[in-house]
């Protein structure tokens, strides 16, 4: 079955510290992929996503992630995090011209120290 | 219109109460979802609805029955539920899946449901 799995669970950083979180899946055919975010008490936002062309894609706020093919890996970067960061990040993966469906990661939760 | 809205914001329920939530966009698309989230945890998907008709149902139990009336609007109809059952229900929207598409999602603010 079709999978994907954040490493980090929990995160603590300073402000200005660069962040980076993992993010696998597993399935072999065309996937698109995206990085949700959930601010404290809001509701999940884009953050960004990849769907072809440059396998380096830049979001919202500074945000950005690079899909390695030969990895299965699609993880989230910024260079210098802000107290306004701390959210619960969620990797997602849809399966090219099948269902529906998306299926989430487990989630990161990002605490950012002012 | 990028939006998907969600009503009520919170409801507070007995067992034996029956309600219905509610959800709208009018972004044109036509798959529509309905998620359980609790606590720090990940969204669990329920129920999918493609072009108004239901296509995946990931084992919910039967006292939650999703409806979608129109190509703008999903319910989802609760009766004798659990105190379980407390989550934040979130309704989400894509284009649905067709060749050389894609379905990022665009999720409503949801409704916080406590069961009593």
């Known amino acids: 079955a079709q999978s994907v799995s954040q490493h980090n669970h929990h995160v603590i950083l300073s402000e200005a510290a660069s962040l980076e979180l993992g993010c696998n899946y597993s399935y072999g055919g065309t996937v698109n992929l995206f990085w949700y975010v959930q601010y404290p008490g809001q509701h999940l936002q884009l953050l960004l996503k990849y769907f072809s062309g440059d396998p380096l894609v830049k979001g919202i706020k500074g945000f950005e992630a690079e899909f390695i093919k030969s990895k299965f890996s699609f993880n989230l970067r910024k260079p210098s995090v802000q107290w306004s960061d701390t959210a619960e990040y969620f990797c997602?993966?849809?399966?090219?011209?099948?269902?529906?469906?998306?299926?989430f990661g487990k989630g990161t939760r990002l605490h950012i120290l002012p | 219109d990028t939006e998907v809205t969600q009503t009520p914001k919170h409801l507070v329920m007995g067992m034996t109460n029956k309600k219905s939530l509610k959800c709208e966009q009018h972004m044109g698309h036509r798959a529509m979802y309905w998620y359980k989230q609790k606590a720090k945890k990940p969204p669990e998907l329920m129920f999918v609805y493609s072009y108004e008709k239901l296509s995946i149902n990931e084992s919910v139990p039967s006292r939650f029955s999703p409806e979608c009336p129109n190509s703008s609007l999903l319910n989802l109809h609760l009766h004798a539920l659990q105190p379980e059952d407390s989550a934040l229900y979130l309704c989400?929207?894509?284009?649905?899946?067709?060749?050389?598409?894609?379905?990022?999602?665009?999720f409503g603010p949801g409704t916080r449901l406590t069961v009593l």
């Open positions: 997602a993966v849809s399966l090219m011209n099948r269902d529906d469906k998306i299926i």
């Open positions: 989400a929207s894509s284009q649905a899946v067709r060749p050389g598409s894609y379905n990022e999602q665009f």
